[in-house]
């Protein structure tokens, strides 16, 4: 996946597909920075799939995981309620909502 995939699907607002850490994920993206490891970060909201504590909610994944990222057709309009700009864990913001 590159960087500007996952910019592009932000800045869309398009849900997106991946596998990561033992399933398929479908989550609305809504930040892409770094974290104070220097690991590369997606602040997302997960609407369904895999998971191994819970189906939906916000969630933080390590971008390096990610693997089989697709942008789909569908998109979102509404913020989600808890959404806030300059995510606390990243230390550098690539692209934000």
Not at 21 to 35: D, H, K, M, T
Request: proline content about 3%; glycine content about 10%.
């Amino acid at each position: 996946m590159k960087e500007h995939e996952l910019c592009g699907a932000i800045h869309h607002r398009q849900v997106v597909q991946f596998w990561y850490r033992g399933g398929l994920r479908l989550v609305e993206p809504y930040a892409f920075g770094v974290g104070d490891g220097g690991h590369p970060l997606l602040r997302a909201y997960q609407v369904s799939g895999f998971s191994r504590s819970r189906e939906q909610g916000w969630k933080l994944f390590h971008v390096d995981e990610i693997t089989k990222f697709n942008a789909t057709e569908q998109t979102f309009v509404e913020l989600r309620l808890g959404y806030m700009r300059n995510d606390p864990s990243m230390t550098k913001i690539y692209c934000e909502l």
